[in-house]
């Protein structure tokens, strides 16, 4: 009489058969006490009448192929203890009659297809000790009577798209439970610190949903080994963070602690060190912590992964990680770390993974990296770091991805790189790095992305580029590049961006493979370019390529050229004379204007002269109808001048407006915070085409965006706290003139620190009056919605969205985003500010007295280093002056913020006029110089 089937993996021919077909007739099966089926193939349903096989206890089908529902009749086996449907094609719903199986202990019905709400009945199987319902697509509110199941163990019902609130009397009625995987839901509210009454509970894995408060204190778990509680909308306090860590202390077998992507704000407590030595995986990242990384971790000799990335920890990198000889993964980025690297990874060898970019680390890299012969990632971009790139990094065979953009390398890349045949991202752009690209890299066979943009490499583009068939991005823009574009390049069928620009490129422009694409390259800046395709002509704007009878046919001219040239310069001569008697009158003249020698009617071939023919070294910067370049314009008089010239891409539908719009808004206004016009230029290019520009005063400092977020000490560049004050008020200055003293008032509508110009002296110019809207006074006037109104992401009023009028108010918004971004340091775009969080809210979020914190740092410890250096020696005022110092400079900080925060209030009506806010600022300002 059979009892028990246990099925293992079956022949290949039988798994072609739905499970029923392959059972014996039930009649035979009558007595069978347990049937276990997994891990084979089986497909079709799952047989209705196995409701008939009553002294049933087990049935475990997992690992198949099923499909369809689960039967309701099952619910009749009132002896079933263990029900496994895991990983099938399972669909529908759970039937409600499974709250009949009153023996029932396990079910599990993971990775299935099943849907619906979770029938609340299931609390009432007071035997189940393990429930496993996660990866489904079950809905709704999850049943609170499954909380008072004082049977659980197990419970794990993660990505699935439920709802509700964990009671707050959580784990009063759950003594025995050991795992709870509520992950990757919609759950939300409070997380109750009651849980910790579940005293057995080995895993809690909250994450990935939707809860708030503060993060939950959760004391005599002794038996905790894993806590996740990452992406939900957690927040703490400095205090908190010393509770939370403290209540931990006696959870000495936590093995994994996950607290990122929350809210969780300011410093780690010393407790951290006293969190278990058991410690394996430990990620903070993706918060709002402050101070500096906390000194204790050498204590920690079994963990694998640390996790810091994207907060604000300041400081130095603690040397005692070089203690931690397990780790693997070292995730630093995007804080504000300072100070040399310490050499420490002679020791980290099994390290696969180190990420410290986007800090303001300085030094040189060291060479004991290159002992960490399992690297995989390794990320130093965006930092201070300086001298060349050891040879050891490029000994690194399992390196994939190597990260070193945005530092102040020098040197060249040498041969070796070719050796790295693992290697598939490469990038060095934003360097002083020189020499020739090594032929060698067509060692890297695995290439996908090689970016070497704005360094200073020079000679030829090596031909052996085209045989690295993976490549997809190749940027070698801004060098020095010399020579022919190498025909190879076509061959690169994988590639999807291709950039040359401004080099020293000459030559034919290769036709095939590539370059039939015209998507798909830039070869802007290489003047010596020409081309045999008309497409690329007039498309790319090179000159055709002469070749053949073609070079004979221009010998004439050229000749007559020759003799035409010869005749106007005896003509220049016999005139020289006459104009050298009045270039002393008409100096006079130009120094008392400096413009005034300047031709009002500029043409087109005044502006190519100027700026060198557009040339690559001459381009200031690109905005969103256009470029601007430095030009040099001579004056009647032969003196010479330096002005910006803003050339419009009348490619772009919306160009030829900006240009007139900004044309008419800037005719009759004159400030000393507005960048002036001297003249605009409308005509046609050599080629017939039309032609826009407009000639402006020229800023030797740049905009402010390079200042705030690209400045450094060493350069001279880093803008001190009373130069952005000054900015501060400059722009204000700027605004309050063109709401208040402008008839009618104009709304610039596209504020934003890269419209922000600086002088020789740091003064601050508002440019780009492209967007700008003359706002109507008379109510009965028709004024245009700003639907249309294309700003800066990041620095739109919130009501633009919604297609209210142009409007002072939406100036001031940016204004106050601007003030926010200059004095914390972060750009409103920041990848930090996702999900409803903006740089308003993370600004005002913090304590009233705290607010300083969010400050960017460099601003404080510039202060911190002016006042120690001016009293080192006056041992009369000591460090009480310098405490003083730094107070009022931290008191500065703070008022100037509470301004941005009062222009960027959502309600228009409720935020300052430029007015309130230039007063405010000027007081703050006077505060600090009669200190």
């Given amino acids: 009489m059979l009892q028990s089937w246990k099925q293992g993996p079956i022949s290949q021919s039988t798994r072609t058969f739905p499970l029923w077909q392959t059972l014996p007739h039930l009649s035979n099966l009558t007595f069978l006490h347990s049937l276990d ?89 007071r035997n189940l000790s393990s429930l496993q319902i996660s990866e489904n697509h079950f809905s709704g509110k999850f049943p609170t009577s499954i909380f008072n199941m004082s049977s659980l163990v197990f419970l794990s019902v993660t990505v699935n798209h439920l709802k509700g609130e964990l009671p707050q009397n959580f784990g009063k009625f759950l003594p025995n439970l050991k795992s709870l995987y509520l992950a990757s839901n ?6 109750p610190n009651s849980i910790s009454n579940a005293s057995h509970l080995q895993v809690i894995d909250l994450a990935n949903n939707k809860f708030t408060g503060p993060i939950p204190l959760f004391y005599n778990l002794k038996n905790l080994t894993r806590l996740i509680l990452g992406n939900n909308s957690l927040s703490s306090t400095t205090l908190l963070n010393f509770q939370f860590f403290d209540c931990l202390r006696n959870s ?36 709002f912590f402050i101070g500096t990384i906390p000194q204790g971790m050498k204590k920690f000799q079994n963990l694998i992964s640390l996790s810091f990335e994207k907060n604000y920890f300041t400081g130095e990198l603690p040397s005692e990680i070089e203690a931690l000889n397990n780790l693997q993964q070292l995730v630093i980025h995007s804080n504000r770390l300072s100070g040399d690297i310490p050499d420490i990874f002679g020791n980290l060898t099994n390290l696969f993974n180190l990420a410290m970019g986007i800090n303001q680390l300085s030094g040189r890299i060291h060479q004991s990296i290159g002992q960490c012969k399992s690297l995989n990632y390794l990320d130093l971009r965006l930092n201070r770091l300086g001298g060349t790139i050891p040879d050891e990094i490029f000994q690194l065979s ?87 574009i190498p025909e190879s390049l076509g061959q690169l069928e994988s590639i999807q961006k291709l950039n040359l620009s401004f080099n020293h490129l000459e030559g034919k422009i290769p036709t095939k493979g590539l370059f039939t694409d015209l998507t798909k390259f830039d070869l802007r800046g290489n003047n010596q370019l020409c081309s045999l395709s008309k497409e690329i002509i007039q498309n790319l704007g090179v000159l055709p390529c002469v070749v053949g009878k073609k070079k004979r046919k221009i010998l004439l001219p050229t000749i007559l050229a020759i003799v035409g040239a010869a005749a106007l310069f005896i003509s220049v001569l016999f005139l020289f004379w006459t104009i050298k008697k009045k270039r002393k009158e008409r100096k006079t003249l130009v120094s008392s204007d400096p413009f005034r020698g300047l031709s009002q009617n500029i043409t087109y071939g005044d502006i190519r002269i100027a700026t060198n023919n557009f040339a690559a070294e001459n381009l200031i910067g690109k905005g969103g109808f256009g470029s601007v370049y430095k030009g040099v314009f001579s004056f009647s008089t032969g003196e010479t001048v330096t002005l910006a010239v803003k050339v419009l891409d009348l490619q772009q539908s919306k160009a030829s407006k900006s240009f007139n719009a900004e044309c008419e808004a800037l005719k009759n206004v004159r400030h000393r915070n507005l960048v002036k016009v001297i003249t605009s230029c409308s005509s046609l290019d050599y080629k017939g085409e039309e032609f826009k520009a407009l000639v402006m005063q020229f800023m030797p ?34 605004l309050d003139y063109l709401h208040h003293d402008c008839n009618p008032p104009i709304a610039h509508c596209d504020l934003k620190p890269a419209n922000v110009l600086l002088d020789e002296n740091m003064t601050a110019h508002v440019v780009d009056f492209g967007l700008a809207r003359f706002l109507c006074q008379n109510p ?20 633009y969205g919604f297609g209210s009028k142009a409007s002072t108010e939406g100036d001031v918004y940016s204004f106050g985003i601007l003030l926010l971004e200059m004095f914390t340091g972060k750009r409103p775009t920041d990848e ?49 002056s310098n405490t003083h110092w730094l107070h009022k400079a931290e008191e500065c900080i703070a008022d100037v913020i509470r301004v941005g925060l009062s222009c960027t209030v959502d309600q228009p009506k409720e935020r300052w006029n430029m007015r309130k806010a230039l007063s405010k600022l000027q007081a703050t300002k006077h505060s600090m110089l009669s200190f």
Avoid: W
């Avoid at 099952?74 to 409600?96: A, E, K, M």
């Avoid at 919609?186 to 997380?191: K, V």
């Avoid at 400050?855 to 410890?861: P, S």
């Fill in 186 to 191: 919609m759950f939300e509210g409070i997380i």
């Fill in 832 to 880: 930090m500010f996702k999900e409803g969080l903006s740089l308003h809210k993370f600004v005002s979020s913090m304590d009233e007295n705290e607010v300083v914190k969010v400050a960017d740092r460099r601003l404080i410890e510039d202060y911190e280093y002016s006042t120690q250096s001016s009293n080192s020696d006056d041992h009369s005022s000591g460090l009480d």
């Fill in 701 to 734: 400092n740049g905009n402010l965006d390079f200042k705030i977020h690209q400045g450094d000490e060493e350069s001279g560049s880093l803008l001190t706290l009373m130069q952005r004050l000054n900015i501060a008020i400059d722009v204000a200055s700027a």
């Fill in 37 to 125: 089926l997994s891990g084979n193939t089986f497909h079709g349903q799952i047989p209705k009448h196995f409701s008939h096989l009553s002294l049933l206890n087990v049935i475990h089908l997992s690992n198949n192929n099923l499909s369809g529902t689960i039967p309701s009749q099952l619910g009749y086996l009132h002896r079933l203890q263990s029900l496994d449907f895991s990983v099938n094609n399972l669909t529908g719903q759970i039937p409600p009659s499974f709250a009949n199986l009153s023996s029932l202990e396990n079910l599990s019905l993971a990775r299935n297809h099943l849907e619906g709400e979770i029938p609340t009945e299931l609390g009432n199987l």
């Fill in 398 to 484: 399992s390196l994939r991805t190597l990260n070193l953009a945005g530092n102040s390398l020098q040197g060249p890349l040498p041969p070796r790189v070719g050796t790295m045949k693992q290697l598939e991202n490469l990038y060095i752009s934003d360097n002083q790095m020189s020499g020739n690209i090594p032929v060698e890299i067509e060692g890297c066979l695995s290439l996908k992305s090689l970016t070497m943009a704005r360094n200073r490499f020079n000679g030829s583009i090596p031909t052996t580029i085209g045989n690295l068939s993976s490549l997809e991005t190749l940027d070698l823009s801004l060098n020095s590049l010399t020579g022919a």
């Fill in 252 to 287: 000495t077998k936590l093995q994994e602690l996950r607290i990122h992507e929350n809210h969780l704000t300011g410093e780690l407590p010393k407790s951290f060190a006293n969190l278990s030595s058991n410690l394996q995986h430990l990620c903070v990242a993706d918060n």
């Fill in 780 to 799: 009965s006037e028709k004024q245009s919605s700003t639907l249309g109104l294309k700003g800066s992401i990041g620095y739109i009023a919130p009501e």
